[in-house]
């Protein structure tokens, strides 16, 4: 595998693929033409390799997938101020190996992304990188204290795309009811980390029978479901929009398809883990397993499955969480929540295609368009005069995740060890080839 960083060439073919666009229910033979940064063309005029294309420069897909670069709504980066653990450039890496051409990076760095300085700072570092494309959140309040509201005006003309205090919740239903307002005023979107604190406080893994044999504290279900209802109520008071991150409960589903069905603006994705794992995969007090929210029973995590099936659930997020040794070489009560994931965001997601949940349109549309509409970011679809992302995967591809040989700096992927089926081949960024796998 390499990384490769291209000056943007003429006009390229992407011929001899199996072209999908969620975002228009596309699913043909064919092709992309692009031109410079730009998508030129695209159909079934590209179905062959040995057409005419003229002057372009031909990259044969061999009868590959051919997508929409993968929009991911949920990434810590660590950069500014953990550097140790991650950074813009091994982000980058990560994603672009990932087919992700655009992420979301969660305001809880150091210093906190409440400040334009930290917002221009993450969008200026990440264009001169050249690798994907990175929108920050700006948070909801000052410091993430949950108690004073950050200038979202100010840093949404700053570049920051949605607010969200990161892994914390906004405990107090003022200030949330107060920030929910505010952002209908200026059609701002708020996404919130679903967990009322004082009863998480303490646990490390979800509460329940094999939490007691294990002698952990648990986080209950409820922690997350009386959080969703009381946000889903304050977002039908004020009229705001209201997005929910990691959803992993049955209960917390189900209140949001109610509210859906009402009419109320709410949201929600949820992450790998969430759908592929549940809490037996801490078994054996495994730290790279303990996440935030901590994995489910499998109850909730076949409602999960039921949620994406039916649309309540809008997206899938890699939550990339980078921590290092330090971090997770702990006994598991002390080890740090956190899993990294923009390397197997799109093969575990593949999985509910290869299981026979979903269609791979429906599957895609999870992690390109959808996640792209709730943020309002010009990405996710094939469109002509659109940024030529784009990202190529063999769906059929099998390989071992092995967490040592992610581009992430941090390695502590819930998945190490385990089979998955498709890959990334190649990954374009206004048009260059950004990543090729060898």
């Known amino acids: 595998m390499s990384v490769k960083l291209d000056k943007p060439l003429g006009r390229v073919a992407y011929v001899n693929a199996r072209v999908i666009d969620p975002a228009s229910n596309l699913d043909i033979q064919g092709g992309v033409l692009t031109e410079g940064e730009q998508i030129a063309d695209f159909g079934p005029g590209y179905a062959k390799a040995n057409g005419h294309y003229g002057e372009a420069t031909v990259v044969d897909c061999k009868g590959a997938c051919l997508v929409p670069g993968l929009v991911d ?19 980058g890496e990560a994603a672009t190996q990932g087919g992700v051409t655009s992420m979301v990076s969660l305001p809880n760095t150091n210093p906190v992304t409440d400040d334009m300085s930290v917002v221009e700072f993450v969008a200026r570092r990440a264009r001169l990188l050249g690798l994907s494309k990175v929108y920050p959140y700006g948070a909801i309040t000052k410091g993430l204290n949950g108690k004073d509201m950050a200038e979202m005006g100010m840093l949404a003309e700053s570049g920051a795309v949605a607010f969200t205090d990161g892994t914390r919740a906004v405990a107090s239903a003022k200030v949330m009811r107060k920030a929910l307002t505010y952002a209908r005023n200026y059609d701002l979107l708020l996404v919130q980390h679903a967990e009322e604190p004082s009863l998480a406080e303490g646990g490390c893994m979800n509460a329940g029978d094999l939490a007691i044999r294990m ?5 209950p279900t409820v922690a997350e479901t009386i959080m969703v209802a009381r946000d889903v109520r304050l977002a039908e008071d004020t009229g705001g929009r209201l997005h929910f991150g990691h959803i992993s409960t049955a209960e917390s589903i189900d209140i949001i398809r109610r509210a859906k069905e009402r009419g109320v603006r709410v949201t929600c994705d949820t992450a790998p883990p969430y759908f592929s794992l549940n809490e037996l995969a801490v078994g054996d007090y495994r730290t790279f397993a303990k996440l935030s929210p901590p994995l489910r029973s499998e109850e909730d995590r076949q409602a999960i499955i039921e949620g994406l099936k039916d649309g309540t659930i809008d997206a899938i997020a890699s939550d990339h969480a980078p921590e290092d040794e330090d971090s997770k070489r702990l006994p598991f009560a002390q080890a740090a929540f956190g899993g990294v994931g923009l390397e197997t965001l799109l093969a575990i997601t593949l999985e509910l295609y290869h299981n026979k949940h979903m269609s791979l349109l429906e599957c895609l549309r999870t992690v390109t368009c959808s996640p792209a509409d709730i943020i309002g970011l010009p990405a996710g679809r094939l469109e002509k005069g659109a940024a030529a992302d784009l990202c190529v995967f063999d769906p059929e591809l099998g390989w071992k995740i092995d967490a040592d040989q992610l581009a992430s700096k941090s390695k502590n992927s819930p998945f190490d060890g385990r089979l998955a089926q498709g890959r990334c081949l190649r990954t374009v960024i206004d048009g260059r080839t950004v990543f090729e796998m060898k």
């Open 73 to 91: 709504m949920r990434v810590q980066i660590r950069e500014p101020g953990e550097e140790h653990k991650g950074t813009l450039q091994s982000a």
């Open 215 to 219: 002698g952990l504290a648990g986080i």
